[in-house]
């Protein structure tokens, strides 16, 4: 098997099947890496290094032949100089015994090498429950294109099957006429007029057609994207395509605001910059209100910034929302049946994460755990929870 047919899609069902119990040990590998040369040919040098810690934490407890057997999908990765010519943002690595799944990120990572009774997981938790995530319908009559991004970055991500690509692959033979083209013309931010190649009524077949192709469009997007990831979609088109899909979307994950210009006509880092514009104003509000839903909590004696306290609330099931703070990390041991935590020196291949394991907690509890920034964590040790009771 190739290794590109391991590299997986993250969502939170293959979220949740990482953070369930699993053998043992479980590697877990986090990088930052580039997606253009030549910052990317330190990237799999840089992953050899964190195999070498994960070599050694390995030999402390298990025999050379395990230790080699577990490793070695790991070090075929590092020789695949395919792969690594073709990396996002980050990248996260995990393996045990049976299982080698590897996942391209569009978000830098930290560093990690970690070998423990279970999959650290949190920065991929990071990144699907970071309340600054959206996806971007790029949207004309000659093709659709979606993105995924955040206020970091913007990437293509591949439509699902059943999302039209082009109009003709929505209305097939219904389409009025196959060699009756539309075409849309103007530059980033000026005025754009359709041209409708064509005679006579076919103007007015050629508009039915589009309305039916963006009727499809939003269909699809509707449940095979947005349902699924719960982000706001963002449209980027021109302005009388605006229109037109505004009118006829059924999508509540649609944002008010848009960008109005054609998607082919920006590059990816500049409609990254109006897709964050057009989203921050709600990002913030979400952060907004998530502080203060804790703070009326706390005041009321259901809810508390305080590791051990939480902890113990865990298990029971009590936790109704977990923040995380971004990028904070507690070694230690977490005993999920009776919430006792023992904190311990923080190493590079440290035995787990504190609050990677209670946010697994939380969620297999039916709780939510939300991820937000260091300068809007309330509380300094890293975490926050408002309980049902």
Known sequence: MKMTQKIM????????????DHQPPC????????????ENQQDPIRF???????????????????????LEPFESLARDQDFWNHTLDGLAVLGRPGLFQVFRLQRPVAELAIVADRFHTNPLRRILQSVDRYQVLGLSLSKIRLFEGNNDALGEIEPASGVPRTITEALGDELTDPHSTVASYGGAGQGT??????????KDAVQDDAERFFRAVDRAVLVHHSRTSGLPLILAALPEHHSLFR???HN???TAEGITIHPDALAIHELQKLAWKVLQPQYQA?????????????????GSDYLPEIAKAAPAGRIATLLIEEDRQIAGRFDSATGRVDVAELRHTQDDDLLDDLGALVEKMGGRVVIIPADRMPGREGLAATYRY
């Open 9 to 20: 899609l993250l969502n939170s069902e293959s979220l949740i099947r990482l953070a369930a």
């Open 247 to 249: 009118r006829i979307s």
């Open 193 to 202: 007029a359709a041209m409708h190649h064509g005679q006579g009524g076919k």
């Open 48 to 70: 050899r290094n964190l195999l070498k810690a994960l070599e050694i934490s390995l030999c402390e407890k298990y025999p050379d032949f395990e230790t080699r057997h577990l």
């Open 286 to 302: 979400g952060l907004t209100i998530l502080t203060d839903e804790f703070a009326l909590a706390k005041s009321k004696g259901l």
């Open 27 to 38: 590697l877990s590998v986090y990088l930052p890496t580039h997606r253009h040369r030549p």
């Open 252 to 254: 509540p994950f649609l």
